[in-house]
């Protein structure tokens, strides 16, 4: 019955040819066996190039932000490099944000860096300025170092290190086929799967920008659940800098809502004892944002603004 469905499909041309479709969609007509009509849905050199045996190959996303040029290694099977791969970095709404609160020669430090789908095309956007990744995953921080290559970034610095609210080492659940899912959150990690388990370095960002002579501007945090420990750790650098802050907070990643809640109200606590105002950003729409109600459940990106 279903051959039967798709053979009709096909010869009513109710498919879309395969300039008609994005590339996340474009990739998986690669992956599927041959039909005899599929020359209009896809181009069979293009089949040949894409599968190498049982394994899906990385494709490089060649795309514009702000002007400048941005290559990207992208792996489909990554869920941050799938949106790359569908929409490139034009109109993304992270990336977009980021930007507007970029000051030239200033310091942007990512945190949670992963493969750089953030970092590198901001460092190419932003040559005057200077963009510190931190991703503690070995495998992904060779990632992120092609990409730099790619980019031949001299203003990109790569920490290979974990960040929390004291230095030393801490134990870091790591998956290699979902790099967005690895955290030193255990519950959060292990609600996903069965982590790999290794020891990492962990610095504070008060520790690694003691002497900087530049301004930091912006930070962003993406590390599933450990959010407040990085700002503890960041104190100094928040107090006398006072840039903006952009993180996930994701009551998913913790065990009970009681949890939540209590990492909701520290964090709420911190940000207003240090006077910023913080905005839930919609998934409708990164420019409509809801003043956040922490008594509330969130899920989602934050954006905290200094207001004095």
Request: hydrophobic share 40%; net charge neutral; proline share 5%.
């Amino acid at each position: 019955m279903l051959r039967t469905a798709f053979k009709w499909i096909y010869r009513l041309g109710l498919r879309k040819d395969y300039a008609r479709i994005d590339r996340l969609h474009y990739l998986k007509r690669l992956r599927r066996r041959r039909h005899p009509l599929d020359n209009k849905y896809y181009v069979s050199y293009d089949k040949e190039q894409f599968v190498a045996g049982e394994r899906e190959r990385e494709v490089c996303i060649a795309d514009n932000f702000l002007g400048k040029r941005v290559v990207f290694l992208c792996d489909p099977s990554y869920h941050f490099d799938r949106k790359i791969i569908q929409q490139g970095f034009v109109g993304h709404p992270i990336l977009d944000i980021m930007a507007a609160y970029v000051q030239p020669n200033s310091i942007v430090i990512d945190v949670g860096a992963n493969d750089g789908v953030y970092a590198v095309p901001l460092a190419a956007a932003h040559p005057n300025i200077w963009v510190h990744a931190f991703e503690p995953n070995p495998a992904v921080v060779e990632r992120l170092n092609q990409n730099i290559r790619l980019n031949q970034l001299s203003n990109l610095l790569v920490h290979p290190v974990a960040v929390s609210e004291t230095a030393g080492q801490a134990d870091f659940y790591q998956f290699d086929k979902d790099i967005s899912l690895s955290s030193l959150n255990r519950y959060a990690a292990e609600k996903c799967g069965s982590p790999q388990i290794n020891r990492v370095q962990v610095e504070t960002i008060d520790s690694v920008f003691a002497n900087r002579p530049e301004r930091i501007c912006f930070i962003k945090v993406d590390v599933q659940g450990a959010e407040l420990k990085v700002f503890l750790g960041a104190k100094e650098v928040i107090s006398s800098d006072r840039p903006v802050l952009l993180f996930e907070q994701e009551d998913v990643h913790f065990e009970t809502a009681e949890a939540a809640h209590s990492q909701k109200m520290q964090i709420a606590d911190f940000l207003s004892g240090h006077k910023y105002e913080c905005f839930y950003i919609t998934r409708y729409d990164h420019r409509l944002m809801f003043p956040v109600d922490w008594s509330r459940p969130v899920n989602g990106d934050v954006l905290a603004l200094p207001v004095v």
